[in-house]
């Protein structure tokens, strides 16, 4: 039946319940699965009908998240913890989210699952960090998993989809002229991905010739750095700066890749703003969230060029990862242009723990 949704149409769904709050239905090999809630979007209501389904839920937790709690991560990259019978919502948001956790460290000490595999609960982390959500979720198997999400009307799918995720192919949606203060030959692209994620915009600048090495910019969306002009990064000044220089060198590529709090989502972003109040720096804050220090995929900024028909670019990046990045997509970096704008006094300790802990060149 072609009017029935496909897998990618599916994890599209999937990650849409989990923000509402919806549960979804994981499938493993066989006749079983699992009820799966994100841990920050589910409620009361939906958490006491995932007790009344019997079982023993569990909450899978990434393995970053248990060391900060000191759970045991048997499973390697996450830990399932299991979850007391006398505990309610307050205490599954107290372990997803660290906000709480300085001023009320007692959360364990928890006990955590060896036996059984984890494919189930690492397909709802990677389910929950697609969501944008805090990667924690519930776990509950349930025997005849694909009948129990037909009943409820769930969006159910194999668990395998939500972890192999295929790259996503890009689509150019449409492009229009957009003079620029820095060019009046300026030239905005949209670009849509076929699994139904965020839209990234090219801005052209000039008409590059595409057998030449390119003036480029990955440029991860900062609205804090971009729009509000925040002090606590450098995005800003970057996003200005490298515009500035296509402009005046007549011809450039700056790729504006929806990937806000590389790669976490604006809202974890500030929870990690809140925990670098606390005393964290930016890396130890995604850690502390459970998340890698970086999230992003920056296959989506190879594919735009590679679209766009460019195969050469001069990168302006001070992070050598990137270039590396680039060039496993086989895009080569003739040109390492750097960027260094916009250091302040709010900002300095973020740019050296950036050089300190995420190799980019001061
Ligand atoms: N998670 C998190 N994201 C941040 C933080 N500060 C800025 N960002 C995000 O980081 C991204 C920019 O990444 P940077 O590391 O500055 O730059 P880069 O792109 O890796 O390297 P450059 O090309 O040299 O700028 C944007 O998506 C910002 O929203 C922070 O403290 N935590
Ligand atoms: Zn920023």
């Known amino acids: 039946m072609t009017f029935a949704p496909n897998m ?25 699965g699992a009820v799966v809630m994100a841990a920050e979007t589910t409620d009361t209501a939906r958490l006491t009908d995932l007790r009344q389904l019997g079982g023993a839920p569990v909450l899978a937790i990434t393995s970053w998240r248990a060391e900060t709690l000191r759970a045991r991560a048997y499973d390697g990259d996450l830990a399932r913890v299991i979850l007391p019978a006398d505990v ?107 699994d139904g994620s965020e839209e990234h915009y090219a801005v052209e600048i000039g008409s590059p010739d595409r057998q030449e090495p390119v003036l480029s910019r990955l440029h991860s969306a900062c609205f804090t750095g971009d729009l509000l002009g925040s002090l606590k990064c450098d995005c800003g000044p970057q996003l200005r700066g490298a515009l500035a220089q296509m402009g005046a060198e007549g011809a450039g590529v700056l790729l504006y890749l929806n990937q806000e709090g590389r790669g976490i989502g604006l809202a974890n972003k500030m929870r990690a703003y809140s925990l670098q109040d606390q005393g964290f720096d930016t890396v130890e804050a995604n850690h502390r969230l459970g998340f890698e220090d970086d999230e992003r995929d920056f296959r989506i900024g190879a594919a735009i060029l590679q679209s766009m028909g460019f195969s050469k670019v001069r990168l302006m990046t001070n992070n050598p990862a990137k270039v590396a990045r680039m060039e496993s997509c086989h895009l080569t970096v003739t040109e390492r242009v750097p960027l260094k704008v916009g250091e302040n006094r709010h900002n300095h300790h973020y740019l050296a723990t950036k050089a300190a802990k995420s190799g980019h060149l001061l």
């Not at 107290?94 to 000490?109: T, V």
């Not at 198997?141 to 009948?147: F, I, L, S």
């Not at 037909?150 to 194999?158: E, F, G, Y």
């Open 8 to 32: 990618t149409e599916r994890l599209a769904r999937a990650r849409a319940d989990l923000r509402m709050g919806v549960p979804v239905v994981l499938l493993s090999e066989g006749p079983s």
């Open 88 to 194: 309610g919502l307050a205490w599954v948001r107290g372990i997803a989210d660290p906000a709480d956790d300085l001023c009320q460290p007692m959360k364990g000490p928890l006990r955590t699952e060896r036996e059984g595999d984890a494919d189930l609960h690492r397909a709802a982390i990677a389910l929950a960090k697609a969501a944008r959500l805090l990667p924690a979720a519930l776990v509950l198997e349930v025997p005849d998993a694909a009948a129990f999400a037909a009943r409820n009307d769930l969006t159910s799918l194999p668990a395998s989809a939500a972890v192999n995720t295929a790259f996503s192919p890009l689509n150019e949606v449409i492009s229009a002229r957009l003079p620029l203060e820095v060019s009046e030959a300026g030239r905005l692209h949209i670009f849509r991905p076929e």
